[in-house]
Every structure is written in C-alpha cells, then in structure tokens.
C-alpha cells in the first residue's frame, strides 16, 4: 500500500522538465534490459506513466495498479498522442502491493518503478515479489538516489520547512516520497536472496525546475557516469533470485574422445580379460591332474605367447 496522495503527486511531478527527464533515461534503460528478458508471466507495479514492459516478448505482461488514478495523470509524460482512456487500459488489475494476487513462485519479472520509495512498508512489498518470483526470476527496480544533487536539495527543502522557513515553497521532489540508498537497498536485497547483476546511475543534470535550463546542463550527463556515477539522481538495479539447488548452468557439452586412443583402450581391456580366463583355466586344470596342452584352447596359447 502507498502513502496518502503519493500516486497523484508523483503523477503531477513527472510532468515538470525533470520528471520527463527522469522518465526518458528510465524507459531507455528497462528497454534495453527487458528486451531479452525470457519467460511467460511479468507484471510492472505501478507508475503507468512509464511503459516498463514494452519491448519484453513475454506473451502475458501487466500492470498492476494499487489505486485508481485520474485519467489525466495516466497518459505518459511526453507523450500527448496518446489519449488518457487508452491510457487508463493499459492497467490490467487493481490490487495491494504488499498482497499480490498471484500463486508462489508464478512470476517471471517484476518491474518496480519508484514503488518501494512510496510504500508503507517497502520491506513488505519486496517480500510479497520475493514470494511469487519463481527462481531464477528477475526483479528491476528504479528509485530516487539520496546522495545526489536532487536527494540533497530535497532534504535542504524538508530542513527549511522544519525549521519554519519557505513554508510557501514546494519540495523539488514530491512530497510523499521516501528515498531508499542504493547500498541499503542492496542489502534488502542480498538478505532476500537477491543477487544484483545490473547497478546503474542516471540524471547528472542539477536540480532545476527550468527545461531551458535543464537542457544546458545536458552535457553533465555525458561525464557524470564517468566521473561520479554514484552521484545520479536515479539508480537502476536489476536482480535475481537466487535458491540454492535451483541456479540454472546450461547445457552439458559431451566429451569428445579421440576415435585412435578409444580403440587402443578396448583391445587393451580384452587381451587382459582374455589372459586372466587363461590363468584361470590354467589352475583349474592343475587341480584336476590334468594337461594343459589338452584343454586349453589355441587361442589362449596365443595370448601367453603374446605375454610372454
């Protein structure tokens, strides 16, 4: 379950200039991650403004939405061909997230934008997508990265407010928003069963409200993930799950033995058989008083002369 007002806020954010930044350099990441994605069921919770499942080959995807949004806040950021009932049937069910209406094990993916920072309990829901990841599945989250230019200018905004200054004045980032450290949520993770495989940092760009001027500072973008990629204002963080005896090796390629030494074992392997019956004949036919000469077969006195 979200907090209070947190969908509709977020909704209305991500239509300024850095929420439609924030929303391109997120939908060019789950594109390029999901697009080889395998499996049959994947679900995204949550944010409808971004279309986290649209170049996956799953044959079933969702989207799973846990209040009814506004038509108006449905239509994706940037996006104004597309009308806001078409929009609003993009969501396939209505459901809790900390409650998932699926059976253990039964999901493939799980796609979380920006949902653990406006949960109730975040340590809930990610239990809840633990339960019906099957092994092996993939979890893909996005967040709000505190450590970075907007983290920090948002708590600067929350210090003015407590301390009773710039009442007036709204937070750069929504209100209702909790963000959760990128190392912290990797521990989540890793206590969970969780193995991280992709770690990424975006949106270099300071935090301004300006597009004009948000578009000059473009050229941070192309530095920042070089010179302080843990500085970006979002992380992307794509993990498996991981149950012991279940982790998937591949495919067994057969030894290949030369045809040459296989035949030399073989004919190794029969003249020692054949030997060894004729050391058994051999003491049988003494215990019997009788010759060798007649019993033993011609072929065993071959092998002895062979031996020999």
């Known amino acids: 379950m979200t907090r209070d007002g947190s969908i509709v806020e977020l909704a209305a954010w991500l239509q300024s200039a850095p929420g439609r ?134 708590r600067a905004g929350r210090l003015r407010r407590a301390l009773g200054f710039a009442r007036g004045r709204s937070l750069f980032l929504p209100r209702a928003g909790e963000a959760i450290g990128y190392w912290r949520l990797r521990d989540w993770l890793r206590l969970l069963g969780f193995e991280v495989e992709v770690g990424r940092f975006g949106c270099w760009r300071p935090p301004i409200a300006s597009a004009v001027w948000l578009e000059r500072w473009r050229w941070l973008d192309r530095i920042g993930e070089h010179w302080w990629p843990v500085l970006g204002a979002v992380y992307f963080v794509v993990a498996v799950k991981r149950v012991r005896g279940m982790r998937l090796v591949g495919l067994l390629k057969p030894e290949r033995r030369n045809s040459a030494t296989a035949a030399a074992t073989v004919a190794r392997r ?23 000469s007649d019993r033993v077969p011609e072929h065993e006195h071959e092998h002895e002369h062979e031996h020999a």
């Open 21 to 154: 930044h924030l929303l391109a350099w997120e939908q060019q990441r789950l594109d390029d991650a999901l697009a080889d994605a395998f499996g049959f069921h994947a679900v995204q919770l949550g944010l409808p403004e971004l279309d986290g499942l649209r170049t996956n080959r799953m044959p079933h995807r969702w989207l799973a939405s846990d209040a009814l949004h506004p038509l108006d806040a449905l239509a994706p950021c940037g996006g104004g061909d597309v009308e806001p009932a078409a929009a609003a049937r993009r969501v396939s069910l209505h459901c809790e997230f900390d409650a998932l209406p699926f059976a253990n094990a039964s999901i493939d993916l799980v796609v979380l934008p920006h949902v653990l920072e406006f949960a109730r309990d975040p340590h809930l829901t990610l239990r809840e997508v633990e339960r019906v990841l099957v092994p092996e599945g993939r979890l893909v989250v996005a967040g709000f990265n505190p450590a970075s230019l907007w983290g920090l200018r948002q």
């Open 270 to 292: 029969d003249a020692a058989l054949a030997h060894a019956q004729a050391q058994a004949h051999r003491h049988v036919y003494a215990l019997a008083g009788e010759p060798l």
